[in-house]
C-alpha cells in the first residue's frame, strides 16, 4: 500500500458523533437515514461548508438528491435545522444551514428525562418510607398518620431522608410518636438542618448535652440509660 496515499486519507481528520445523539435521536424522532443526514451536515460544516446542496450531501448517502431535499424540507418544518444568514469577512451575505435546533430539542429531551427519573425516585423514597414507618411502629399506619407522613412532605418540604433520620432520633429517645418526631423535624428546619449528616451531627451535640448535665446530677438510683437521648418536646 502506498505510504503517501495512506497519509493523505489520515490527514482528512475526523468528526465526534455526540454520544447522547446517537443514543436518543430515534427517541427524538428521527429516522436512520435523516440521523445520517444530519450526521453529513454536520461533516460538511466542519469542513467551512455551511450551505452544502441537496446534491453534495446525497452523494454522500444511498438517496437521491430529490429525496435529499424532501427530508431537509421535513427537517426545516420539524424544527430540527434551520437556516440562518451568514456574513464573512468580505462582509458578503450568504445562508447557512444551523444544527442549532438539534441540540436544543436534545438537551429537553434529556432534561425532560432526568425530571421523568427523578419523579420516579421521588416516588420510590416516599413509599420506602412508608414501608419503614411502619415496620418500626410494627403495625400499619393510620390515615392520619399517613396524612403527617404526606404533609412532613408536600408542605414542610422535609426529604424522605431527613424524615427517616428523624424516625431514628424518635427510635434512640424511646419516644417513638409523631408528635415526637414532628417536633425534631420542626427543629431541624428551624436551625437549618438539611442533609443526614447535619442532622447526626446535630443528634449527637444534643446526646453529648445531655450526658454533660447527667454527669453533674447526683445519682437518685441506680438505673442507668444505655442511650443518652435529648428530649425534642421539652426544648
Known sequence: ?????????????????????????K???LSET????LLHMHSFIEEGILFPTPAELAEKMTVTPSECMEMLRKLLQKGFISIEEHMDER????????LQPLWEKLVHYL????????????QEEE???????????GRPLSPFECETLSMWIDQDGHSPLIIKAALREAVLSGKLNFRYIDRILFEWKKNGIRTI???????????????????IRPVQNEYKQTIPFFNWLDS
Open 27 to 29: 427517541h427524538l424522532g
Open 111 to 122: 432534561y425532560a428525562e432526568s425530571l421523568k427519573e427523578e419523579k420516579q425516585e421521588r
Open 197 to 215: 449528616e447535619q442532622a447526626q451531627n446535630y443528634g449527637r451535640k444534643f446526646r453529648k448535652h445531655q450526658q454533660s448535665t447527667k454527669s
Open 127 to 137: 413509599e420506602s418510607l412508608y414501608t419503614v414507618f411502619e415496620q418500626e411502629f
Open 91 to 98: 462582509e458578503i451575505r450568504s445562508e447557512k444551514y444551523s
Open 34 to 37: 435523516e440521523f445520517v443526514l
Open 1 to 25: 500500500m502506498d505510504k503517501k496515499k495512506m497519509a493523505e486519507w489520515l490527514s482528512q481528520g475526523s468528526f465526534a458523533i455526540p454520544k447522547l445523539l446517537l443514543n436518543h435521536y
